[in-house]
């Protein structure tokens, strides 16, 4: 058992699917996990194999598993922008809201990182778009450091909180005003976004904008 459990294990690393299925034909638990919790489906995931992670559905594989920092194979999936896997994850009943150690959701996850698609998909599945994590960081905050427009205009339509503030008090129009990004700040005020709403120490987005786009955000945001 132990031996088919760590051939299941490293074979849900390096894309082995034949030996994926002999380690579950021998007796591999489909649910072990090494001393961190990582399961051979959180890692399958995380690493794209896609014919892994149905077959391991198929023999039972727990898709909520959490390893010792509670990250999820949907979490490891949305992370790297496999859409497909986030289907599958979902459609087998995944938990679109499950948020590890720190609060971060596979929604935060996808919105930095610029995965429109699977964000779209979340949307769709029903996923809470105004969670925040341990710092009180949004997705749609996260998407305006990603600068990423389509994944803003998403949130929006999706009904996040444009003028929410993290444990600084920082909001989404802020850390637009800080990465410079003209036609975001511009789409956020005309959608709502608040510029006279200050942080913890009384700034106002004004006051995030670096030197060199002052020029074209301080009329904005004055």
Do not use: P
């Not at 051939?7 to 489909?30: M, P, Q, R």
């Not at 948020?99 to 964000?119: P, Q």
């Not at 036609?183 to 510029?195: Q, S, T």
Request: with cysteine; proline share 0%; aromatic share 4%.
């Amino acid at each position: 058992m132990a031996d088919s459990n760590n051939t299941l294990w490293e074979a849900s690393a390096t894309g082995d699917y034949g030996a994926v299925i002999n380690a579950i034909k021998t007796g591999a638990d489909v649910n072990y996990a090494d001393k961190d919790g990582r399961t051979a489906l959180i890692r399958a995931a995380k690493r794209g194999y896609f014919d892994i992670v149905s077959f391991m559905i198929d023999n039972n594989a727990n898709v909520n598993s959490k390893d010792r920092l509670e990250k999820t194979a949907l979490m490891a999936a949305a992370k790297k922008g496999r859409i497909d896997i986030c289907r599958l994850l979902i459609a087998c009943k995944a938990d679109i809201n499950a948020a590890d150690y720190k609060g971060r959701t596979a929604l935060m996850r996808a919105a930095l990182l610029g995965h429109d698609d699977v964000v779209e998909l979340l949307i769709k599945k029903g996923v809470n778009v105004n969670a925040s994590d341990e710092m009180g960081r949004t997705a749609l905050m996260e998407a305006c450091l990603s600068g990423n427009r389509t994944i803003i205009n998403m949130l929006m339509l999706a009904q996040a909180d444009i003028n929410a503030q993290d444990v600084k008090g920082c909001t989404a129009l802020m850390k637009a005003a800080y990465s410079g990004y003209l036609e975001m700040v511009e789409f956020l005020l005309n959608n709502g976004a608040d510029k006279t709403v200050r942080d913890n120490q009384e700034n106002t987005a004004l006051h995030y904008v670096r030197q060199e786009c002052l020029a074209d955000l301080e009329s904005l945001l004055k």
